[in-house]
């Protein structure tokens, strides 16, 4: 028998349960009589249903053939309902939250053929300013639906077709979270075809097609399309720097996530794409950078044959690329990588291109490019430009990495080799000055090694303010290239262990020469030069033209040029530091003419020249061997060049420097031997030291058995002067400093004399001549062995060798006049009458010469014709 308190409750529960029925019975009874009603009177909302059941206990709802639409369609503040539905199923619906927070939730919602057009409502609610959020569901499922939403302007923001949507475990967050997705979900399936989707007036993307299976997404015909042309765009948007239009014709997706702040996906394949950017000039706005919080892992990145163009703001091309695939492994992408250098990590990477056009100063093609991790290739590149005729190819350049990381938010790499092959052509710089910008280089890791670069099999030229640079043949190798900045900050510095370069047929081509060589060959420890040769692109009449002022015409060549010791170019701290310097076989013509202005420049003299040489150098030895010097002088009244040669040529340098190498000697001793008017033996020794600021100098020389007649080639034209006889010696010994000269000199002749010749015929002015003889000596037996010269004042704007020259010429006054002119004053009155009678002969052109001019005549040239 059962206890009466188990009775009531048996009782108690079957009436409670009853009573729920009987509540459940009569909820549907109402509505399917009155709901719509109720709906119309106190919600926004005009609804007719043909079927509704719900049932209490589960919180489950079935209904179907319903006809929605909103009251006002006009009222933003609330979502535009309009449209209908073949079947809505609810699972768990919360008639609690429905009925007094006006908040609709449900686990399950399904949707069967809805063909519905949503107006959204206001985003933030304009009573209470918060967002709003009315309705979530934790699983959704779509069939057949036609969907289409409008934003509360009623511009159209989304659509969609034939939509068949399932997915599990929906999530939104009511409030925006810096750190949180606005939508999550655990799994998805969805098909549909002709999606639309705009976000706002510049954009408008389309989709054909997407489907879904076994977590494999397929998208076809995605298309991001402006909605204004570029001129629109830089017009109405200044402030934004790109426009964007992309076309993929098929993307595949596989298992994608969205939990919390990360999003996954993996197997992202994307075929035949198509990417469209135009580029504006604007000047983004400097905005605080927010911290990058969420988490994107892409366990597979592909793309298949796509092709890229980037355009100018001016229309013309930027890039233009074909056939490009890139294939990456594990990419990932969050808060921490946002910080690095390289804001992504992953595991490998394939990149490949055809067909690539890059239009910056110059059009710069490649016919392919292969890069990954470990090395890359650039094939077949070309270099052109129509403006200023670059026409530069490369059959490849290529490089191989040891390694590359990222330390401590900065770049760590390490190349093995870059390789450069096959240059070919013709590379004109452009004549813009490139501006300056600071250089920030925070984000690498200093220094950043090659081990080794190689440049061979080329042939071009480099042609710059058109002065052609070209090389033959060329190959070069430069091992262990650190690289790292400045110490001032002002770029990068390169530092080299060691270096190779051969070359054959090189050649430089300047205004008024072409330098050529036959084989070239230097390294950092040795260097031969082979076959060198300046000659003139101009004959002397046209160079004297082009001159604004004198200055010397070259015509040289030399055997050879070697070097030896540590010859180190390349490094920031760049430096010469020789052992030996050699020049064989040189030929040298010096040409110069009176002819032009004189150059009102000082010129320094060498030891302050040297000490201008901005690095440190220092040669042991250089030698000039076997050589031949020429030197050759005209004025516009002169018969046609003057001219002294120098032949067996030797002179012997010690210590060349520029005073910069600390602990090396800074004296340099300059020992000249060679054969004077090749005839006589000439010895000349110079010193000098760079560190001396005061510039001082002594050079001491020696020449003997100088017949006369041997400088009648210099004299004859350029004096109308000749002369017979032997200079037996000739010593000096001078020292001095930028502002003049002294010292001893000594002469030794024999049977001196003179010839004074006319201009026009050459012939002899037999009085002149006898005059001028009057007042020489024609030996030197019962004169003194030296004389003194002093008192030599530099001009300035002369060389180093127009002092000297001053020197001689005073020295050769002393010794062969003496003090005895001021004495012959009264000769010479008596025998003016003479020579004037002479002098105006039709045979006789010249006037006769005053008697301090006539002596200045003999032994120097006029101001404007003193030699170089």
Request: charged residues 25%; hydrophobic residues 40%; proline residues 4%.
């Amino acid at each position: 028998m059962k206890k009466p308190w188990v009775r009531k409750l048996l009782i108690g529960l079957g009436i409670f349960f009853g009573l729920i029925l009987i509540a459940n019975f009569a909820l549907n009874i109402w509505l399917k009589t009155q709901l719509p009603d109720y709906v119309k009177k106190n919600t926004d909302y005009k609804v007719s249903y043909k079927r509704m059941d719900v049932d209490l206990m589960t919180g489950n709802i079935f209904a179907s053939a319903i006809e929605v639409e909103s009251k006002n369609p006009t009222n933003t503040q609330v979502i535009g309902l309009k449209g209908s539905i073949d079947t809505l199923k609810i699972s768990r619906f919360g008639i609690f939250d429905a009925v007094f927070n006006k908040k609709i939730s449900s686990t399950d919602l399904l949707l069967a053929n809805p063909n519905l057009e949503i107006t959204l409502a206001d985003a933030v609610d304009k009573k209470t300013g918060k967002k709003k959020n009315p309705v979530s569901f934790e699983n959704i499922r779509i069939r057949n639906g036609k969907i289409t939403v409008f934003k509360p302007t009623k511009e159209k923001f989304l659509s969609v077709q034939d939509l068949d949507l399932i997915v599990e475990n929906l999530e939104t967050t009511e409030d925006v979270v810096e750190d949180k997705l606005p939508v999550v979900f655990d799994s998805y399936s969805i098909r549909g075809e002709n999606f639309f989707f705009q976000p706002n007036t510049i954009y408008q993307l389309t989709i054909a097609k997407i489907t879904t299976k076994d977590g494999q997404m397929s998208v076809e015909n995605f298309y991001l399309k402006p909605l204004v042309s570029f001129d629109d765009f830089k017009k109405n948007f200044p402030m934004q720097k790109q426009l964007l239009e992309f076309a993929v014709p098929q993307m595949n997706f596989k298992d994608i996530t969205l939990k919390k702040n990360k999003v996954s996906l993996s197997g992202a394949h994307f075929i035949n794409p198509r990417f469209l950017v135009y580029t504006n000039n604007a000047v983004a706005s400097k905005k605080e950078k927010k911290p990058f919080n969420f988490d994107i892992d892409l366990k597979g990145v592909q793309i298949t044959n796509a092709s890229a163009q980037l355009i100018k703001p001016d229309g013309t091309d930027l890039l233009l690329a074909k056939k490009l695939n890139l294939s990456v492994n594990d990419l990932v992408f969050n808060k921490e990588t946002s910080s690095q250098v390289i804001p992504v990590h992953y595991s490998g990477f394939k990149f490949s291109g055809e067909d690539i056009l890059l239009a910056a100063n110059n059009y710069i093609h490649f016919r392919n490019i292969n890069i990954n991790p470990k090395n890359g290739s650039f094939n077949e590149i070309a270099v052109t430009n129509p403006g200023n005729k670059t026409d530069l190819k490369l059959k490849q350049i290529a490089f191989n990495i040891n390694d590359w990381k990222i330390e401590d938010k900065k770049l760590n790499l390490d190349v093995k080799n870059v390789l450069v092959d096959g240059v070919a052509g013709v590379y004109i710089p452009s004549g813009e000055k490139a501006v300056k910008k600071k250089q920030n280089f925070a984000g690498i890791q200093f220094p950043v090694t090659i081990r080794n670069i190689q440049l061979k099999n080329s042939d071009f030229t480099l042609d710059k303010d058109n002065q052609p640079l070209s090389f033959k043949q060329l190959n070069a190798q430069i091992s262990n290239l650190e690289i790292a900045p400045r110490t001032d900050n002002s770029g990068l510095a390169f530092k080299v262990k060691d270096y190779s370069l051969s070359s054959s047929n090189f050649s430089y081509k300047t205004k008024f020469y072409l330098m050529t060589v036959g084989n070239l060959n230097l390294a950092k420890n040795k260097a031969v030069i082979s076959n060198f040769a300046m000659k003139p692109l101009v004959s002397r009449a046209q160079f004297i033209k082009m001159i604004p002022v004198e200055s010397d015409l070259y015509d040289l060549k030399f055997s050879q040029i070697s070097a030896a010791g540590d010859l180190d170019f390349f490094s920031e701290n760049k430096s010469i530091r020789a052992s030996n310097v050699t020049i064989s076989n040189a030929n040298a013509n010096i040409f110069r003419s009176k002819v032009p202005a004189d150059d009102p420049k000082i010129k320094p003299l060498y030891s302050k020249m040297l000490r201008s040489i901005n690095i440190p150098m220092f040669v042991d030895h250089l030698y000039l061997k076997n050589s031949y010097l020429e030197y050759e002088e005209d004025t516009k009244k002169s018969d046609g060049p003057g001219k002294l040669t120098f032949s067996n040529f030797n002179m012997h340098v010690q210590n060349l420097n520029s005073a910069k190498m600390k602990g090396k000697p800074t004296e340099v001793k300059i020992k000249i031997d060679c054969s004077f008017l090749n005839a006589s033996p000439l010895s000349v020794n110079w010193n000098f030291n760079t560190a001396d600021q005061s510039d001082r100098f002594r050079i001491a020389g020696r020449a003997t058995g100088i017949p006369a007649s041997s400088l009648n080639a210099f004299i004859v034209p350029y004096m109308n002067v000749s002369a017979t006889g032997t200079i037996q010696e000739m010593l000096f010994d001078f020292k001095g400093n930028p502002k003049g000269l002294g010292g001893s000199f000594k002469l030794k002749h024999k049977d001196l004399k003179i010839a004074l010749l006319d201009k026009q015929t050459k012939a002899k002015k037999n009085l002149l001549s006898a005059v001028a003889n009057v007042f020489i000596k024609s030996t030197s037996d019962k004169f003194p062995e030296s004389v003194e010269v002093e008192g030599v004042e530099r001009d300035p704007t002369k060389s180093f060798f127009n002092m000297f020259w001053k020197g001689i010429e005073d020295g050769l006054k002393k010794t062969l006049i003496g003090e005895s002119l001021a004495k012959t004053t009264e000769t010479v009155k008596d025998v003016t009458k003479s020579v004037k009678e002479e002098a105006k002969s039709p045979s006789k052109t010249e006037e006769p010469p005053k008697k301090k001019g006539f002596m200045k005549g003999v032994f120097r040239k006029k101001e404007k014709s003193e030699t170089k």
